[in-house]
């Protein structure tokens, strides 16, 4: 059973710049959630995806935006980044849209 | 008020002792709870879940959970230098069949001495 991944491991954008962030699910998961963790904090809730569509939003502007595919692979796009946009960006699968959610090793974003 | 809130640390505890994590949450609402451990530049790993009140056990671990205090604990006996993470408290809220996000504390740092 493969586990969760996510691409790219890390990268680097400068301000203004928009990037594409990857993440495969679990196999037979079909709900994908995003989080945003930032050095010494706890990860912050960004959207989650189920079965292709947008399944809840926590409190991120709006260029902050997903896609779920219909393999359950899903992409975040943060658009005009800024330097707070800086941290790690986690992928969690989970069975359902209530079921236990498990982490993927993570991108590291760096906005200079 | 923080939604979910843990003392930072560094929780310091000697190899074999017990080492005790706390967690309070604000949402009374909230149904399932979780601990994740996070190694330093890695993702979080989940490794307790717990949705009604008293002890669940699993192998070194035990979570407690106290909905009236709203108060989840873990406990790690038998600490081990491969315990040394910051713990991270998750809470969901009670599931509207909508979004479940989790919601996360800032994380307790335990450190494992020789």
């Known amino acids: 059973e493969t586990g969760v991944t996510q691409s790219p491991t890390h990268l680097i954008k400068t301000r203004g710049q928009q990037v594409t962030l990857r993440c495969s699910s679990q196999?037979?998961?079909?709900?994908v959630s995003w989080y945003q963790q930032a050095l010494g904090q706890g990860p912050q809730f960004i959207f989650q995806?189920?079965?292709?569509?947008?399944?809840g939003r926590g409190n991120f502007p709006p260029r902050f935006s997903g896609l779920q595919f219909p393999n359950y692979s899903s992409e975040l796009n943060v658009n005009a980044l800024e330097l707070d946009d800086s941290a790690l960006y986690l992928c969690?699968?989970?069975?359902?849209?209530?079921?236990?959610?498990?982490f993927g090793p993570g991108t590291r974003l760096t906005v200079l | 008020q923080k939604e979910v809130e843990q003392n930072s640390g560094p929780l310091s505890v000697p190899e074999g002792a017990i080492a005790s994590l706390n967690c309070t949450y604000s949402?009374?609402?909230?149904?399932?709870f979780f601990w994740y451990r996070q190694y330093s530049g890695k993702s979080p790993e989940l490794i307790m879940s717990?949705?009604?009140?008293g002890d669940k056990e699993d192998g070194r671990f035990t979570a407690q959970l106290n909905k009236a205090s709203q108060y989840v604990s873990l406990l790690i006996r038998d600490s081990q230098p491969s315990d040394s993470a910051t713990y991270l408290c998750?809470?969901?809220?009670?599931?509207?069949?909508?979004?479940?996000?989790?919601?996360f504390g800032t994380g307790t740092r335990l450190q494992v001495t020789l």
């Open positions: 969690a699968s989970s069975l359902d849209r209530v079921g236990e959610q498990f």
């Open positions: 196999s037979g998961h079909n709900t």
């Open positions: 995806y189920y079965r292709e569509e947008e399944n």
């Open positions: 949402d009374r609402g909230s149904q399932s």
């Open positions: 717990i949705y009604s009140n």
């Open positions: 998750a809470v969901k809220p009670l599931n509207t069949g909508t979004a479940s996000k989790l919601t």
